[in-house]
């Protein structure tokens, strides 16, 4: 054997002697770890499906302990609803056994102190439950719904005068039904614009005028409503109705009669006049009574009979006479037309729609109306407290011209504003109640300047006579969120001579607006409602509530399929689109 072949031999034995010694290796950490694979080059993918499942097996047994504390986390708050479950039907024994006619006073008087420690008790176990610092049973867990409201004041009405020549003495502008002399309501200057001026300035001191404000520019007179919304699109330049009419032109929405304009571009967007109510006793006799009611007038059917194709409805359109209404069968062909519907229901469901969407020359009645439907009534009611009027300051009138049905009133003129009237309020603030009056003292007998606070408003006024024999309304005004009114009850004043009466006065006015409630009505701009929907709602107007019972409220989204369907009393209201209203059941 050579040196070569020795060694050779020598590297082999050696070789194979590192295998030996590596399997071995490899064995004892099987065995030591319980696992075939132990490093990933002894095979990639068993050992890829091994980690992939070791993975799974470390999750499922995580998700088996939650399923543990979950348990745990029910367990506990089921022990905490039973106790107050015993609790609530020990409330029951107690209040069954005071009702016995044997106790004395004295034993009543005990049973109640063990109710009301066991009330108090209710209220301790339902702040107090917990799972490791998370409240069971005081309603956190629920995901509340979130309502957001536009409380955004919309656009004001606005129109303006421009004088081609100046006025002489003596002759008249109407304004909103206020006929102002030349000379005697406002003066006459020695240009035309001068007398646009002048005209402003009495304008804005006159209180006939409270909740538009005027500004002259050059010889053009600007008119604006004080606060957003419809309402002030009602105020009324009536050109034809003043002699000086030849000496100046309008800008504005022109009515249907000849020379006669209305202000333009106010829009109820969110908060705005008329959403505003008040409820409520008044807490001092400083202030006359609430007396706000709407004019109505209801229009009662007998059956779908009463109403056939060429019947009619008309309604005043402000300036004179009506704007008419016909009912056809089949589609509308003009804005005027009400399409007769299968059921009476549906004909007034269609005709109030109609009229609620009526936009166009005749439509100064209608703007100033809400139509609803209650049964086989048509109601036809001011959207403010007090008659809706016309363009020269007369209530609206009706006129029904159908087979059959019975109109109560054909003059909306049974309307009312008294005590506190909120019509003209845009406040956001004016929820809830009212206080922290403030009077001053002007220094003359009688005469005081108030100021109230409500939300990022101030409103002020000022009260002329404090101590008057004669009911007087006082209108409280603000820069940005409306106005409203008190009327002081004649008699019931007192004497202002000093800061200290006037603080006496201001007292008497937070007396009789601490039992007044205030709330509003705005648009929904958003909802984010979770779970069961807490503090979710929906309001139903009715005349008569006896027997009601709301068994079932479903909604279905899916683009034009989405719809709203209502189960009340048994009789389900459906609206399909998710309009406005709800439609014919």
């Known amino acids: 054997m050579t040196v070569s072949s020795l060694t050779q031999l020598a590297g082999g034995q050696s070789a194979a002697l590192s295998q030996t010694n590596s399997n071995l290796a490899l064995s004892i950490a099987r065995l030591a770890s319980g696992n075939r694979l132990t490093q990933a080059s002894t095979d990639v993918a068993a050992l890829s499906i091994a980690t992939g499942l070791s993975t799974q097996v470390s999750s499922l047994r995580q998700a088996s302990l939650n399923i543990a504390q979950a348990s745990s986390f029910l367990q506990v708050a089921d022990g905490g609803a039973q106790q107050i479950g015993n609790i609530l039907q020990r409330l029951q024994t107690l209040s069954t056994q005071s009702n016995s006619g044997i106790l004395s006073d004295a034993n009543r008087e005990a049973l109640n102190t063990e109710f009301q420690g066991l009330t108090a008790e209710i209220d301790r176990l339902a702040g107090n439950t917990n799972f490791n610092g998370v409240s069971l049973l005081n309603g956190s867990l629920s995901g509340n719904s979130a309502v957001a409201t536009n409380a955004g004041t919309g656009a004001q009405a606005s129109g303006n005068i421009s004088f081609t020549a100046n006025v002489l003495g003596g002759q008249t502008i109407n304004l909103n039904g206020v006929s102002l002399v030349a000379g005697v309501d406002f003066a006459v200057g020695g240009t035309a614009a001068q007398t646009a001026q002048n005209l402003a300035t009495s304008l804005n001191a006159d209180a006939r005028f409270d909740g538009f404000s005027f500004d002259a520019s050059g010889i ?49 967007s969110g908060l705005s006049v008329g959403d505003t109510s008040v409820s409520g006793t008044v807490g001092n006799n400083l202030v006359t009574n609430l007396n706000n009611q709407p004019a109505t007038s209801t229009i009662q059917f007998g059956s779908a009979a009463d109403i056939v194709a060429g019947n009619t409805l008309q309604v005043d359109n402000g300036e004179g006479g009506f704007t008419t209404f016909t009912f056809v069968n089949g589609a509308p ?22 009229l609620e969407n009526f936009v166009g020359a005749g439509d100064f009645g209608t703007r100033q109306l809400d139509f609803s439907v209650d049964g086989n009534s048509l109601v036809i009611q001011s959207e403010n407290n007090g008659n809706p009027l016309d363009a020269v300051g007369a209530p609206l009138n009706l006129a029904l011209g159908t087979a059959g049905g019975f109109i109560s009133n054909t003059t909306l003129n049974n309307g009312s504003t008294g ?61 940005n969120g409306g106005s409203f009114d008190v009327t002081l009850a004649g008699g019931n004043g007192s004497a202002v001579n000093s800061q200290a009466d006037a603080n006496n006065f201001a007292t008497r006015l937070d007396a009789a607006f601490s039992t007044l409630e205030f709330s509003q009505q705005r648009e929904v701009t958003s909802f984010n409602g979770t779970g069961n929907l807490v503090g979710a709602s929906f309001e139903l107007n009715s005349q008569n509530f006896s027997g009601l019972r709301v068994q079932d409220v479903n909604v279905t989204a899916g683009g034009t399929a989405s719809s709203l369907e209502v189960n009340i009393s048994g009789t389900t209201f459906r609206a399909a689109n998710l309009g406005q209203s709800i439609g014919a059941g």
Do not use: Y
């Open 419 to 479: 005590g506190v009237n909120v019509n003209n309020v845009t406040s956001s603030g004016f929820t809830g109640q009212i206080q922290g009056f403030s009077a001053t003292f002007t220094g003359v007998a009688n005469q005081a300047q108030l100021s109230v606070q409500v939300g990022n408003d101030t409103f002020t006024a000022t009260v002329n006579n404090t101590n008057a024999a004669a009911n007087n309304t006082v209108r409280f005004t603000s820069a």
């Open 333 to 354: 062909a003009a804005a005027t037309d009400i399409q007769i519907g299968s059921t009476l229901e549906e004909t007034l469901q269609n005709t109030a729609s109609t």
């Open 220 to 268: 053009t007179l600007d008119i604006q409503a004080e606060v957003a919304g419809q309402a002030g699109n009602q105020f009324v330049i009536n050109q034809a109705a003043s002699t000086a009419g030849a000496s100046f032109v309008v800008g504005g929405d022109a009515l249907t009669g000849a020379g006669r304009f209305s202000l333009q571009g106010g829009t109820n």
